[in-house]
């Protein structure tokens, strides 16, 4: 038998058992899982915010004339003066004097739309200790029916006790000051004052 006759074995044949590669997600699928995401998040951040959202600038500034006996002194106080001709917030100063001048009730306002009041009052307290004019025991008090955040402290000023309350809320951010009473009648005062003069916009 010829040489070239004989029969050749058979190669080995060689087998990919690589696992295949699993299909790459669809960028639809990508999208639609991102938006889901988003949305969720947008539901969340309107629930946990829905308040700050209905606060804001839900009141205007509108002092009454007089307060808890006192009445409004016009000398000593100024009326809302624009900030920016772009709107219409602006820094109101109201006085309100005793007879005899022994007790006096003096309100800063600024009427602003405040989306988180708290930062808002972290930050007027701050300007306030870089002017050395804030209380150093200024403390959390129940803000009252106009809501926001409020913190009050006292603190001395021309030999006279001075008790300090600090507000923000989705309108405003205002400092109520009262001599010669504590903090917590203070307080009690500045609540009564916000439900007078911050009234429905």
């Known amino acids: 038998m010829p040489e070239n006759d004989h029969p050749q074995p058979e190669a080995d044949l060689l087998v990919d058992v690589t ?23 947008a539901v969340w951040f309107g629930v946990d915010f829905a308040d700050n959202f209905a606060n804001l600038g839900a009141y205007r500034y509108e002092p009454p004339r007089t307060f808890d006996g006192l009445p409004l002194d016009p000398q000593a106080s100024r009326a809302k003066r624009t900030v920016s001709v772009a709107s219409d917030s602006g ?9 005899d001048q022994e007790r006096t009730v003096f309100v800063t306002v600024y009427e602003k ?32 029916d106009r809501e926001g955040v409020m913190k009050c402290g006292s603190t001395e000023y ?9 507000w923000a809320d989705g ?12 903090p917590d009648t203070a307080a009690a005062h500045a609540r009564d004052f916000r439900h007078q003069a911050e009234v429905p916009s």
């Open 19 to 41: 696992p295949a590669a699993p299909r790459p997600r669809s960028r639809a699928r990508l999208w639609r899982t991102v938006a889901t995401a988003a949305a969720l998040g």
């Open 91 to 99: 820094v109101s100063a109201t006085t309100y004097l005793s007879a």
């Open 113 to 144: 739309h405040i989306f988180t009041p708290a930062s808002e009052l972290d930050d007027l307290i701050a300007r306030q200790r870089s002017n050395g004019m804030a209380p150093a025991d200024l403390h959390k008090v129940d803000a009252g």
């Open 158 to 166: 021309e030999g006279h006790r001075l008790a300090v309350c600090d």
């Open 171 to 182: 309108s405003m951010w205002g400092t109520y000051n009262e001599t010669d009473t504590d």
